[in-house]
Nanobody, 115 residues
């Protein structure tokens, strides 16, 4: 059974940083594309960052230079380092792992950016 579990969300002040983690089980983690998505209230879910099994990365334009996606295949964990956070980035952040037509999702972790 494939499971993805996120952690690391919480409340942070504008300009602050958070590091999200997503740990997988039940899959050959290294070959999957891993991604972070977010969904704010009343808005569509959007891709924030992704990393392929070959270590190619892709970022939303709004987060380039501030966010970094990385992974540790031995720990079956993907990370999202978020710096200089903005209030409009308050959202539920979801971990995704996919290959071809297969997609798996975590339960989400709340990130709130507020003073």
């Amino acid at each position: 059974q494939v499971q993805l579990v996120e952690s690391g969300g919480g409340l942070v002040q504008p300009g602050g940083s958070l590091r999200l983690s997503c740990t997988a089980s039940g899959m050959l983690f290294s070959i999957y594309t891993k991604g972070w998505y977010r969904q704010a209230p009343g808005k569509q879910r959007e891709l924030v960052a992704a990393i392929t099994g070959g270590d190619n990365t892709n970022y939303a334009d709004s987060v380039k230079g501030r966010f970094t996606i990385s992974r540790d295949n031995d720990k079956k964990t993907v990370y999202l380092q978020m710096n200089s956070l903005k209030p409009e980035e308050t959202a539920v952040y979801y971990c995704n792992a996919g290959i071809n037509h297969l997609n798996y999702w975590g339960q989400g972790t709340q990130v709130t950016v507020s003073s």
